[in-house]
């Protein structure tokens, strides 16, 4: 695959902004686990190599289960993961799959577990990933 654009080097400001949102979502006061399966999952949505690639690594250094990543795409499966992940998870998929809309059903299950600060961070950690994946899809990110 041929890499199309250099963000960083064609418009470094544009990068700065990204940059910053994801600080942002670092700064933030979630959880390194739930950073973590916002960031992989949506990555698994979106079909972003790069991204899967890189978080699921990030993941496993802060301490996640190998099989947890595994099973993270059949979450609704098993009972791997709490009830405030799975329900980070249902909001990162219908986020992710906005085309289909956020379900009253998601939305008050998550604010029913987080207060409004926690569940504007987890919203923008979505967000923010998505917004990666799309450029790193786009320009054809190669893997590190």
């Given at each position: 695959?041929?890499?199309?654009?250099?963000?960083?080097?064609?418009?470094?400001?544009?990068?700065?902004?990204m940059?910053?949102?994801?600080g942002?979502v670092?700064?933030?006061?979630?959880?390194t686990?739930?950073?973590?399966?916002?960031?992989?999952?949506?990555?698994?949505?979106?079909?972003?190599?790069?991204?899967?690639?890189?978080?699921?690594r990030?993941?496993?250094?802060?301490?996640?289960?190998?099989?947890?990543?595994?099973?993270?795409?059949?979450?609704?499966?098993?009972?791997?993961?709490?009830?405030?992940?799975?329900?980070?998870?249902?909001?990162?998929?219908?986020?992710?799959?906005?085309?289909?809309?956020?379900?009253?059903?998601?939305?008050?299950?998550?604010?029913?577990?987080?207060?409004?600060?926690?569940?504007?961070?987890?919203?923008?950690?979505?967000?923010?990933?998505?917004?990666?994946n799309?450029?790193?899809?786009?320009?054809?990110?190669?893997?590190?």
């Amino acid at each position: 695959m041929k890499k199309r654009v250099d963000i960083i080097g064609s418009q470094p400001e544009a990068y700065k902004a990204m940059s910053a949102l994801e600080g942002y979502v670092k700064a933030s006061s979630l959880s390194t686990t739930h950073k973590e399966l916002i960031k992989i999952r949506a990555s698994q949505i979106n079909g972003c190599a790069y991204c899967i690639n890189m978080h699921t690594r990030d993941a496993r250094k802060a301490g996640e289960t190998e099989q947890r990543i595994y099973m993270l795409n059949a979450w609704r499966e098993t009972d791997l993961y709490t009830e405030e992940e799975k329900a980070i998870l249902a909001l990162t998929e219908e986020v992710t799959n906005i085309k289909n809309h956020v379900s009253d059903e998601t939305f008050e299950k998550a604010a029913s577990l987080f207060d409004d600060k926690y569940l504007t961070d987890i919203l923008m950690a979505i967000v923010t990933i998505n917004s990666w994946n799309r450029l790193a899809i786009t320009s054809q990110k190669e893997l590190d």
